[in-house]
C-alpha cells in the first residue's frame, strides 16, 4: 500500500517529520518499507499553458506555442492533440529526464522546438504510461516543477498484516497516529445530500445466519460520460493507480482516501433488486477466464446477473456500463468469518483483492454519503434515500466484549505495569472500558473487527507502552535440566550394539548363592545378609558372573544351542574406606555360550572362541570411540581359564577382564557349553576424549601387504602401535590378514600378514615413498622385536 504525506496531514494534524511518522508506525505493528520523494527535482521542467497550435497535415507535426510565463516558445509533437489553455510540464532541451532520457531540439519546416510535453513516464511517476501530465487550473504558469507545492510530497509504502484491514487508506493511518499521539481522532466530512428521487433498493440477504449490514442508495439521471477531474486522477496516480473512468476512479479515490470498499453498479432500469447469497454457476469473466462457482461461493447478484464477488471490488472482473444513467452505491458489512470462508472457494488469480476488503459498520452512511457528494459534484444525478438492512446479531458481533484481567495482563507480559497506566491506555485505544477491581469489560472500537480475544488487547496495550520499556529478563523455565552422565549415555548405546550383534539383556539379583561366589572368587570378603530370604539369596555379589552363568546353565537344560547375554549392575564390595563399609559400583558384564554352530552341509560345526568374545568388546569401545586406547595383556583371573584369560586395559589401567570360563568352575557346574565371559568396571571408565574431525581426501590410497615372523610371545598389539608411531599420519588402516604357524615356520615363531593402507590428505602419495616408509618400518620392527621379512 502507497499513500501521499500530503493526503495523510490533511487528516491529521501534527508536527510530526515523515520520519517520526515512520518510525512510530513501525513500532505499532506496521512495516513501513520505505519512505521516498514522490518526483526528482528534475531542472528545467516548468509549468507552461498551451495558447495556440498549428497542423503540419503534410507531415502529422503539429507545433504548439506554450506560455511559460517570461516569454512564449514553441513545443512540436507528433500526432498528439492537447487542447487550448490545458496547462502542462514542459521539458526544455537538454533536460535529463527519468532514466538518463535526455530531451533533443527537434526541426520542422524551419521552425526549431523549445521542449517536449512531460509524459508520467518521463517523470518517472508510472511506468509504460505514455500520456501527456495535464494540471489543473490551478497550476501557476512559470514555475518549475521542483517548486510546485503539489508535486513536493513523499510517498510512504506500508505493509500491512492481513488482521489490520483498517489501514488502507490516509484515514486509517491517520487515525492509527492520533491514537498513537493522543490526539483527536480525524473524522470524515459530513455532507448532507438532498433526496431528490423516491427510488429505493430492495436488498434480500439468502443467508440469514450470518452477520452483516448493508447500507446503499440509487442516484438516477447521472452522466456517468464525465471525465474524472485532474485533482483526482493526480491524487490516484501519486499512489500508483491508473485512472479508468470516473466510477472506478471515484471508487479508487475513497478506497485510496478512507480505506473502505465501496460497490458501485449501474441499472438500466428502475427496479433495483440486490441479492446476497450463494451460486452455483459457470461465469465468463471480461478477460476471458472461465471459473467455475461451488454453492459455497457468495455472490452479489441482480437477477441472474453477478454484480460481483463478496469482499471484492475490483472492477476488472465485472466493469459498469457507462451508458446507464442510474448508479448504484452500497456498502456491505459482513463478518470475517463468513468472507474469508466464501472468498476461499473462489478460485481465481492473486489480482483479486480479497485481503484488502474493509468496511468500519458504525462509518457505512458517512462514506456512503461522501461517495454520493463526489458523484453528484462531477457527474450530476438525483439521489434517494438510503437504505440499510442488519442481522439479528449484528450488535452483539459488533459491539461485543472482552474481558482482561489485571493479573492475566502482567502474568503474560512478564513486566509489572500500573493497573492505572492500563486503564490510560485502554481509553487512548478508544476502547469503550467498563472496570470491575481487577478486570476490565473492554468493547473494541468498530473499525477494528480483528480484536476478538484478551491477547489481541494486551499486544494492543505493549505497541502503546512500547516494547523497550519493557526489561529484557531469561526466559524461566518449569523443566529440569539434567546434567548430561556420559557413562549411563554410552552404556545405552553399548547395549544396543550388543543387542544387534546377537545379545539379550537379562537382570538378576543383587543377592546370590555363596556357594557361586566362592567358586567364581575364591578367598575375597563378601556381604552376608543377616536375614536372607533364602540360603541361595544370602550374600551380596561381587561380580555379575554368578548371575550370567546360572541363566546360561538355566538355558542349556532347556537345550539351547546356543546363548549370548549381557547384564548391567551394581556389585557390592566390603569397603573399609567408606563409612557405610560397603563400595557399590556399577559393572557391565557379558557372557556367550554354545555347542556348536547349527550344522549345515557345507559348514562345519564351530564352537566359540577366545576371539568371539575379543571382537564383541572391540566393538564396545569401538561404538564409544575408544578402541584405539584399549589393549590386552594375558593375565591369570579368577574364574576364568588359567592360560586362555586377558585383562583390559584403558588409559594405563585395568577396566575389565575376559576370557575363557575355568575348566574347573565348568566342570563343578556341569556345563557343557564352550563358555567365554567378560566383566568391565564401568564406573572406572572415564570419556573425556575430545571428538577430532578429520577431512575426507581426495586423493587415492596406496595397498602394501608384508609378512614378518616373530616370537610367540609377542603380542600383535604391539607391532600394530609401533607401526602407527612409526608412520604417523600417512596410514590410515592396519589389519591383520593371516597369522600363520606350520612346518615352514620355525617352532616357537609365527608368521603374521598386515595389509596396510597408505593416504595422505594433502599430496597423492608416490611407490617410491611408501616403499621408504616400508623400509623405516621394517627397520624398526627389526630393532624392537627381531623381526624378520618373510618372503
Partial sequence: MKLSEQSLRNWIDTKLTIQDICQQLTDFGLEVEESKAYINTFEKVIIGQITSYSNYSNTGFIVYKVNIGIKNINVICHKVYIKENIKVFIAHNGTKLFNNHVVQALHVHGVVSDGIFCTFHDLGLMKNKNQIVQLPDSAPIGLYIKNYNFYKDKIIKINTTFNRTDVFGSFGIARDLAILNNLPLPKIMNVKIPV?????????????????????RVIKNINLHVKTPIWIKEKLIKCQISPVNIVVDIINYVFMELGQSVYAFTFSDDIYNICVGFLKKNILLKDNKNICLNSKSMVLKHKDKILSFLGNIDFNYFPVNLSNQHLFVGSFFIDLDILNYSTHYIQLNNQMKFNEYFVDPDSQKNVIEYTTYLFLKICGGDSSTICSIQSKKYDQYVYRKIKLSYHHVIKMIGHNISYNMIEKILIQLRYHVISKGYVWYITPPSWRPDLMIEEDIISEILKIYHQNNILSLPLLSKHTVFKTNRLINYLKRVKYNLIDRGYYEIITYSFIDPKIQKLINPGKKYLSVQNPISQDMSCMRLSLWPGLLTILLYHQNRQHEEVRFFESGLCYLPSENNILGVDQNLYFS?????????????????????????????????????????????????????????????????????????????????????????????????????????????????????????????????????????????????????VYTGDAITSGYKSITFKLLFQSTYTTLTDNYVDSMISASMTVLQNKFNAILRR
Wanted: aromatic residues 12%; contains cysteine.
Fill in 590 to 738: 557379558g557372557i556367550i555360550g554354545n555347542i556348536g554352530a547349527k550344522k549345515k552341509w557345507n559348514i562345519p560345526a564351530k564352537k566359540f572362541d577366545f576371539y568371539d568374545i575379543k571382537g564383541d568388546i572391540e566393538s564396545i569401545f569401538d561404538v564409544i570411540g575408544c578402541l584405539d586406547k584399549i589393549t590386552f595383556c594375558k593375565e591369570k583371573i579368577n574364574g576364568l581359564h588359567p592360560n586362555n584369560s586377558t585383562v583390559i586395559i584403558f588409559n594405563k589401567e585395568i577396566i575389565g577382564y575376559m576370557g575363557e570360563i575355568d575348566p574347573f568352575l565348568s566342570k563343578k557346574m556341569n556345563l557343557i557349553y564352550s563358555t567365554f565371559l567378560f566383566e568391565l568396571f564401568w564406573y572406572k571408565l572415564k570419556f573425556q576424549h575430545d571428538i577430532q574431525i578429520t577431512a575426507v581426501s581426495e586423493f587415492p590410497y596406496i595397498r602394501r601387504d608384508i609378512s614378518i615372523i616373530v616370537y610367540n610371545t609377542i603380542l600383535v598389539s604391539d607391532i600394530i602401535l609401533t607401526l602407527k608411531q612409526t608412520c604417523l599420519s600417512d596410514l590410515i588402516k592396519i589389519q591383520v590378514a593371516d
Fill in 196 to 216: 431528490l428521487n423516491k427510488n429505493t433498493c430492495n436488498i434480500c440477504i439468502e443467508h440469514h445466519n450470518m452477520i452483516y449490514k448493508y447500507c446503499g
